[in-house]
């Protein structure tokens, strides 16, 4: 039975590292929310490139909160592997570490990448789900256009693009959120 688990978890790791969501979250998020959500937030478009995060069998404990990491312009989930990696070796495991890939993954050349809506609203679902799914608060780190799109998310209300109203602010389900060179104040692209 141990080593059973212990090739559970490691099959799970590498498909963290390989980028995709575990079966078990997979599974939440499409018994929770639809195909349709766990599609928009795994990114299978993008093959290994599109998301990561889960547990690697159904009641793995969480020793810690979940970090979610919201990544840069013209980046994808899997660029941040190396940030998870790190966190891996400080005492983390990959079942508390999540990303998703907010655009497209940088097909689009960054000046004419605008913060639309939809990508914050890909970032507050899943912010919600990993809450959901682990029943813990989580953390937030954003980096560079990934501050403002993930504290948008965080914080919620109308969004300037479409005046979509995405609710309330998720603040009693995110305890720190970081934001890394963020562009929180203006940006060099054009911001709607």
Known sequence: MRSLQFLALHCA???????????DFNAFLTNTYGPAMQNRLERKDLQDRGSFGGR?????????QPVILV????NSASQFRDIGQHFGSNGYDWAEI???T??????TVFFFVDLKCDYVKQVRSLIQAVNRYTRKKVDV???SMGSPIARKAIMGGFCVDTGE?????????????????????ASSTKVK
């Not at 690697?56 to 810690?64: D, E, I, S």
């Not at 602010?169 to 720190?176: A, E, F, H």
């Open 13 to 23: 790791a590498f498909m963290i590292v390989s980028g995709d969501f575990t079966p």
């Open 98 to 100: 999540y990303a998703t």
């Open 165 to 185: 109203n995405l609710g309330p602010p998720l603040t009693r389900i995110v305890d720190t959120f970081v934001a890394v060179a963020g562009a929180n104040n």
């Open 71 to 74: 990544h840069g312009i013209t």
């Open 102 to 107: 907010w655009g497209d993954a940088g097909k």
């Open 141 to 143: 780190i954003g980096y």
């Open 56 to 64: 690697a069998a159904a009641g793995q404990k969480l020793k810690r």
